[in-house]
């Protein structure tokens, strides 16, 4: 059987995919328990398919977007609260 190089992924590729997350932060990523399982592991590691490392990406990012959202959200309604309040520093001079 033949493979694409492009077809597989260790920790320093989805390290650099992710942006350069450290090997550190990979191997955290990575031992969670929503993370794909690795196909196989070799003397210099785990590997892992590179399309369910895709899937788990997009999963992921979505959430993360979410909760992007979410405390933007959250933020502003703290500040029109503050501002909407007497005394608050809004009416502070300083």
Known sequence: MEYKAQQFMG???IGARLG???RQRVY????????????????Q????LTADVEVW???H?????????????????HRRQRDATP????????
Not at 28 to 43: I, K, M, N
Not at 61 to 77: G, I, P
Request: no cysteine; glycine share 8%.
């Open 28 to 43: 955290q990523l990575t031992s969670e328990p929503d993370f794909p399982a690795p196909v196989a592991e070799l003397g």
């Open 61 to 77: 990012r979505k959430q993360t977007e979410h909760r992007k959202q979410a405390e933007h959200r959250k933020q502003a309604d």
């Open 57 to 59: 990406i997009a999963e």
């Open 11 to 13: 920790t320093a590729e």
């Open 45 to 48: 590691g785990r590997i892992w």
């Open 87 to 94: 005394g608050s520093a809004a009416d502070s001079p300083w």
């Open 20 to 22: 350069g997350l450290t």
